[in-house]
């Protein structure tokens, strides 16, 4: 049987940032996916292989505490601390971007590349719906020299763009801290797509990438095809909406008709 995680004490609730250091057996080999999956829908920000941090704050503590029980009970272990980012070394640049969430104000340019595809589709969607609604978009050939107040995502030098392991959607949610399950398992999908290694194995990526692939043929411009590939995300937003509202609502039915509870 497995040891319990450790938790941070009171005293560390100053800190500003709860980080999850985990360690998995090397099987069963489900278990990873499993992980990454939870850590993606929870908005957790990777700063190693395996340290994930979030805001302390006491959902986040509660999310890391029921994670890090389900990994121990699997045999792993977990630790949760409460951490402060003193001083950086080589990875500086990368911690900082990491630790500071992005603070957007509202009707910015956002550029990326001509010739749009699923990240970027997808990457547009949020920006509008979710980040910046009053965002206006330009696409561009590369090498670009951004003018004031832009803001570039999936290009070369972009401030918004893959990072470690997470395509350009994944990193908007990171960054921008938009904690969000439903966002959580379309960048998923996004993930697998984009990035062509089934890192997440959702089987919702075949029909996505087939309909984006029709929304790329059918649309040459790419105002066009952020416009139709938003209307198809709006429809694969609310199915993972819904599903989780099931869900729970399955749970709380399965928790009422539990025995002892009253």
């Not at 980080?19 to 990873?32: C, K, M």
């Not at 700063?47 to 121990?72: C, G, H, M, Q």
């Amino acid at each position: 049987m497995g040891k319990s995680p450790r938790v941070p004490s009171a005293s560390a609730s100053a800190a500003p940032w709860l980080l999850l250091i985990h360690q998995l057996p090397p099987s069963p080999a489900y278990l990873r996916v499993k992980v990454r999956r939870r850590l993606s829908r929870l908005g957790a920000i990777p700063l190693k292989n395996s340290v994930y941090r979030l805001p302390n704050t006491p959902t986040s503590l509660e999310d890391f505490e029921w994670l890090a029980r389900d990994i121990v009970a699997d045999g792993g272990d977990a630790i949760i601390c409460a951490a402060s980012i003193l001083r950086g070394g080589a990875d500086q640049g990368v911690l900082a971007r990491a630790v500071a969430p992005a603070v957007i104000t509202p009707g910015r340019t956002w550029v990326t590349r001509r010739d749009v595809r699923i990240d970027r589709i997808a990457s547009g969607w949020l920006i509008g719906r979710f980040i910046d609604p009053k965002a206006r978009f330009k696409f561009v050939l590369e090498p670009y020299r951004p003018r004031p107040g832009e803001l570039r995502f999936d290009m070369l030098e972009g401030e918004f763009g893959h990072e470690g392991k997470r395509c350009t959607f994944e990193t908007l949610l990171a960054r921008c801290e938009v904690r969000n399950r439903g966002l959580a398992a379309i960048g998923e999908v996004v993930h697998d797509i984009d990035c062509k290694d089934d890192r997440y194995g959702r089987p919702e990526a075949g029909g996505v990438a087939t309909l984006i692939d029709g929304v790329v043929r059918t649309h040459r411009t790419d105002g066009a095809r952020l416009k139709r590939g938003a209307a198809l995300l709006d429809e694969l937003y609310r199915e993972f909406s819904a599903r989780r509202r099931t869900s729970r609502r399955r749970t709380d039915a399965n928790r009422s008709t539990s025995p002892g509870v009253v």
